[in-house]
């Protein structure tokens, strides 16, 4: 049985970590009515935060041309650099020693993919300064079903009034290597939200962050695709260190088969978005979020969500 609930809980993070409809606010809602039995206290905690790594690993194959930055096409590349001289003697000998090999990487990287990646890691300032430096408190604070429901319904309101907006507007950037470092950054606030709130959700805060400064829906996607990378192996990181690594069979086997679960409903959850926005907003999304967070606190008020 334990398997089998791990197997559902790896569907529903493979389908909420890319839809933007908050794979917390669902988590929440299936732990009230499907908790593991035999595991240790904390493991559903960082459970449900591990099992993303799944999910990511179905971005890394998918995009992995558009994201990988070493390339053996040159014409691609940095500019070849000239080594600073190693000498036997003189001061010149550390400096080429420290320097010359990162000409020498650079020499084998995809200029425009290492700039995406500067990007990315600009927007992943705010939640990784906020985030490490209160992370505790925020779950103390906010991490409960009233909060979340809050953030589900407020959410999906500002979905159907940003697309009400943004219809019939020319979106300003339609390729992803035109997001300059200051909208990586706006972007990379409205990340914030999510790190802050559960059940904002990180795809749907920072694709409405995206879609304000007039970026295309289909440009917002990817970036926030992109985005979890770095995002999501930090945060599983954090929370596989804070729980240890002592687990027992039934602990590793439950997060491996939901690891795996996760990434291929992931697989195809991507590749279906990606088709959706092609003809479609997002206004259905903003909708299923008002539906579920009402519907969370219809069930919180009952008492079966702690």
């Not at 995009?63 to 001061?91: C, H, Q, R, T, V």
């Amino acid at each position: 049985m334990e398997i089998i609930k791990a197997i559902i809980f790896g569907i529903v993070e493979g389908i909420t970590e890319w839809l933007p409809i908050s794979s917390t606010g669902h988590l929440i809602l299936f732990k009230a009515f499907m908790q593991f039995k035999g595991v240790s206290d904390g493991f559903f905690e960082m459970f449900e935060v591990v099992i993303q790594l799944g999910a990511i690993l179905a971005v890394v194959a998918i995009y992995f041309k558009d994201i990988w930055p070493f390339s053996k096409d040159k014409s691609k590349n940095f500019k070849a650099m000239k080594l600073i001289p190693n000498p036997e003697k003189g001061y010149t000998k550390g400096i080429a020693a420290v320097f010359n090999p990162i000409l020498k990487l650079a020499s084998h990287m995809d200029k425009n993919i290492t700039i995406l990646w500067g990007k990315i890691l600009v927007a992943c300032i705010p939640a990784a300064v906020i985030g490490l430096l209160f992370d505790e408190e925020f779950e103390r604070l906010f991490y409960n079903p009233t909060c979340v429901a809050i953030a589900l319904i407020v959410f999906g309101i500002a979905f159907i009034v940003v697309e009400n907006w943004h219809k019939g507007k020319e979106p300003k950037v339609t390729d992803i290597n035109q997001i300059t470092y200051k909208d990586a950054l706006i972007i990379g606030g409205f990340q914030l939200l999510a790190a802050i709130f559960p059940g904002v959700s990180r795809s749907g805060a920072t694709i409405i962050g995206a879609l304000l400064i007039g970026i295309s829906r289909k440009t917002s996607a990817e970036f926030t695709f992109y985005l979890a990378v770095p995002v999501m192996f930090g945060a599983s990181l954090l929370k596989l260190v804070k729980f240890g690594f002592g687990f027992t069979g039934l602990e590793f086997a439950i997060l491996i088969v939901g690891m795996i679960v996760a990434f291929a409903v992931s697989m195809f959850i991507i590749k279906f978005l990606m088709n959706y926005i092609k003809k479609h907003d997002f206004k259905v999304f903003g909708i299923y979020r008002i539906v579920l967070g009402i519907i969370v606190l219809l069930i919180g008020f009952t008492g079966a969500l702690k």
